[in-house]
């Protein structure tokens, strides 16, 4: 079955940076696109970015905007997510998610956490 691992989760204060990493494994994935969503205590899970495999065309959450960056290796099977000037509400749970469509999300990974204290 196809996996995905998310790591680089950790605490941090704010202002400061975390690279998120999301390797895919455990068999043939060719995905559309490839994102990054999370989820904070008592909160919906929300939309963070996505880029698209073949291209490389991203898309950004307003409040992410200038301060984080996805990117992506195609021949590592990976997907990153640079945070930068991290704020006390950017703590949640991170997950990496896949398209084969282009439609919905439809692989997840098991999540990984990030706390930013002030």
């Known amino acids: 079955q196809v996996q995905l691992v998310e790591s680089g989760g950790g605490s941090v204060q704010a202002g400061g940076s975390l690279r998120l990493s999301c390797a895919i494994s455990?068999?043939?994935?060719?995905?559309?696109?490839m994102g990054w969503f999370r989820q904070a205590p008592g909160k919906e899970r929300e939309f963070v970015s996505q880029?698209?495999?073949?291209?490389?065309?991203?898309d950004y959450a307003d409040f992410v905007k200038g301060r984080f960056t996805i990117s992506r290796d195609n021949a590592k099977n990976t997907v990153y997510l640079q945070m930068n000037s991290l704020k006390p509400e950017d703590t949640a749970v991170y997950y990496c998610?896949?398209?084969?469509?282009?439609?919905?999300?439809?692989?997840w990974g098991q999540g990984t956490q990030v706390t930013v204290s002030s």
């Open positions: 998610a896949g398209t084969l469509r282009g439609i919905s999300y439809s692989h």
């Open positions: 455990g068999g043939t994935f060719s995905p559309r696109a």
């Open positions: 880029i698209a495999w073949t291209g490389g065309t991203t």
